[in-house]
């Protein structure tokens, strides 16, 4: 009974959580265009370098750090959301979550190595990487029975559906 009924707080968690999983898939490869176009592949390699003679510690250091000043950004945002400024407050939340994804991915993939020879972080790696694919498993039935019902394809309730929509929206067109 009470698994039922948190069926769609879990469903939404898994939602968002794929939205920031698919974010950072695809802001990933943005960023390393970027690297590619702008000297940040010397950067990084200055980087990685730097990271090689660190501590798993002072590397865990170094993959949180770069993500504090976006902090104020985000709440720039949310001062522009308080005071009604919809746009510039979305505008603004969006650029902070699109750069601080691609600064994590980029600090991410540079610190990787020596952040995993720390127990803690490996477990909380594999962890994130299990819920992953647990999101991914919950959420995909649900995504293909929603493009069912978009394309109108198979049979039963989903083309049914359909019909029922494209019906509606007939008559709520003649009716202008």
Do not use: C
């Not at 009470?2 to 802001?27: G, K, M, N, T, Y």
């Not at 590397?59 to 005071?83: E, N, R, S, Y």
């Amino acid at each position: 009974m009470l698994r039922r009924l948190l069926q769609p707080f879990w469903v939404l968690l898994a939602i968002i959580f794929l939205i920031e999983a698919w974010l950072w898939d695809h802001l990933e490869p943005i960023v390393a265009r970027v690297v590619a176009l702008i000297p940040l592949r010397a950067f990084k390699q200055w980087l990685a370098d730097r990271v090689d003679s660190l501590s798993p510690a002072m590397t865990l250091i170094v993959f949180i750090v770069p993500v504090i000043p976006l902090f104020p950004l985000k709440l720039v945002g949310l001062w522009l959301l308080a005071h009604e400024h919809w746009l510039s407050a979305i505008g603004t939340l969006l650029f902070a979550k699109f750069l601080g994804v691609g600064v994590t991915a980029f600090i991410f993939d540079v610190t990787r190595p020596k952040l995993l020879e720390m127990r803690w972080f490996e477990a909380l790696y594999d962890f994130v990487l299990r819920m992953r694919a647990k999101a991914v498993a919950l959420i995909d039935p649900i995504k293909l029975r929603i493009l069912e019902i978009l394309r109108g394809s198979g049979n039963g309730w989903s083309a049914r559906t359909l019909r029922l929509i494209a019906r509606f929206r007939r008559s709520v067109q003649q009716a202008r």
